[in-house]
């Protein structure tokens, strides 16, 4: 028979033992805390390391694009022919862009060119560099002479090394928009190409009277081999040609009107400041984009060129 002593006894025992399984689960419940806190700890380290390391990518990048702009700002002209007055704006969208300008006097003649490349930033920043190279090339080639020319063989280039028309189902229609003008120093006469691009004559009678290109770009398989690009002849004399990147009119207004600048606010504010200086007109275009847009941000690389034979 079971005595109250042994009852007690086995009571104690199972409560004892019940608070061992009790601390044993504490303590493992405990070990995991520790082992989820260490885990986080590796994890935080882990995660402040990739932070480093993506901080470190970016800096990389950043100081690489700083330095292309330093190399795409050298392809621009250094000097200007003693021949021309001429005024300019260059602004790439992001640091490096797809625009450029060629200015090169050539003796008897002086060879303008504004460039649109496709693309902006990085991307369009190699394509203007491919199509640098390009006019380097064709302005030492006695075979290209007048302005639809240098837009013809250029086509043929830039098609020729992207492989636009060998492969029939190549997607790319890398190429510029652009225009070129050539101004002949003695006679004063100026001709002009261009390819999806117009430019301005800003006549004596104060009215602008534009200069329309071919509905073709230079580059990509839209574009047949050998398109012939037109050349318009006409008399310069003391006029000025304003040449310019689609950018400049594609200027946005801010916000909830969204107005593009566009071709009739440029050809008011051409025609109202006329006054045979180059740097002026630049000048009131630029006021007259800072105050359409306000704090809107630029949507495209922007260039122009204003200029006349002295």
């Known amino acids: ?23 044993s689960k504490q303590n ?40 292309s702009s330093r190399i795409q700002g050298a392809m621009l002209p250094s000097s200007m022919p003693d021949s021309l007055t001429i005024a300019t704006i260059w602004k790439p969208l992001n640091v490096v862009g797809g625009d450029f300008y060629v200015i090169k006097d050539l003796g008897e003649t002086v060879l303008v060119a504004v460039i649109d490349c496709t693309g902006h930033g990085v991307p369009g920043a190699l394509l203007s560099t491919l199509t640098g190279s390009i006019f380097d090339r064709l302005i030492h080639d006695p075979n290209v002479n007048t302005a639809g020319e240098y837009l013809t063989s250029a086509h043929n280039l830039i098609s020729a090394m992207l492989g ?29 190409a261009g390819a999806r691009s117009s430019s301005f004559l800003l006549q004596n009678n104060g009215e602008p009277l534009e200069l329309k290109g071919n509905r073709k ?36 207004s801010e916000e909830p009107n969204l107005i593009l600048f566009g071709k009739d606010k440029l050809l008011n504010i051409l025609s109202l400041w006329n006054d ?21 941000p630029l949507r495209d690389d922007m260039t122009m060129v204003a200029f006349r034979l002295n």
């Open 1 to 23: 028979m079971e005595t109250p002593n042994n009852h007690e006894e086995r009571s104690e025992l199972s409560e004892t033992a019940m608070l061992e399984e009790e601390i």
């Open 28 to 67: 493992k419940k405990i070990k995991n805390l520790e082992m989820q806190i260490k885990l986080g700890g590796n994890l935080a380290k882990e995660l402040a390391r990739q932070k480093s390391l993506a901080i470190e990518a970016q800096e990389e990048v950043k100081k690489s694009i700083q330095y």
């Open 164 to 192: 636009q028309h060998v492969n029939r189902k190549a997607k790319s229609n890398d190429g510029f928009d652009g225009s070129i003008c050539l101004l002949h120093k003695h006679t004063k006469k100026l001709s002009f």
């Open 217 to 252: 770009s230079v580059g990509g398989s839209r574009t047949p081999l050998d398109f012939p690009f037109d050349t318009h002849e006409l008399n310069l004399g003391d006029q000025i040609v304003v040449m310019l990147t689609d950018g400049i009119m594609d200027v946005m």
């Open 276 to 296: 045979q200086d180059p740097a002026r007109i630049i000048n009131n275009v630029q006021v007259a984009l800072d105050n359409h847009r306000g704090t809107q």
